[in-house]
């Protein structure tokens, strides 16, 4: 008898077998980017960048990107060649660009393109950066599912911040406008200072 499978973890087998072909997630921030990517080195970065990324893909070939056209938002792992084709054709989209060592990137800094590419040195297979960024587009997913189940099923605040501290790994607070502290971890020490330390306990 097939075991059925519930929440996050049919989320994350339905989202396996669509993903490679380019598949319209969650919104992931630039900021959650460097944040996957930063035990590597990152060769060129902009210094901001306000879009949030709604789609995902790789292209590990060029031509037809350009004939089948991109999603606006995509963000989209590649090669350099295959990068200055894409980021000219689609001014939409973002791109994380691997790099071996030696191989020159001054492209990424032209005007028109150095606001919209992350370059990476490449030490590890393709693959592994390809699964690095799955997983950051997976699991804003489920949380943004999460999330939604406690909110139809009335759940508690308390819930909700514990289904964030899961996939943050971060101390989480709720306030009102006034800075009134309403819920916050139980689990995680929160940071010293910022907003947490100004609140009203």
């Not at 089948?68 to 060649?81: E, K, R, S």
């Amino acid at each position: 008898m097939e075991k059925s499978l519930e929440g996050g973890e049919a989320c994350r087998l339905r989202l396996d077998a669509k993903i490679a072909s380019g598949f319209r997630l969650g919104n992931v921030s630039y900021h959650m980017l460097l944040e996957c990517l930063r035990d590597h080195e990152i060769l060129h970065a902009p210094e901001t960048y306000a879009k949030p990324f709604t789609w995902y893909t790789t292209l590990t070939g060029g031509g037809h990107a350009l004939r089948d056209g991109l999603h606006a938002g995509t963000l989209v792992l590649c090669h350099g060649d295959i990068a200055q084709e894409v980021l000219d054709a689609h001014p939409d989209c973002f791109c994380v660009v691997m790099v071996q060592e030696g191989e020159g990137f001054s492209w990424a800094q032209e005007k028109r393109r150095r606001g919209r590419v992350l370059v990476v040195r490449q030490i590890e297979r393709f693959y592994h950066y390809d699964s690095l960024l799955q997983r950051l587009f997976v699991n804003d997913l489920v949380w943004e599912n999460e999330m939604d189940r406690v909110v139809y099923s009335r759940g508690r605040l308390d819930k909700l911040i514990a289904v964030s501290e899961g996939i943050l790994g971060n101390f989480v607070c709720i306030t009102d406008t006034g800075y009134n502290l309403i819920a916050y971890s139980r689990t995680v020490e929160p940071p010293r200072g910022g907003v947490f330390a100004t609140c009203f306990h």
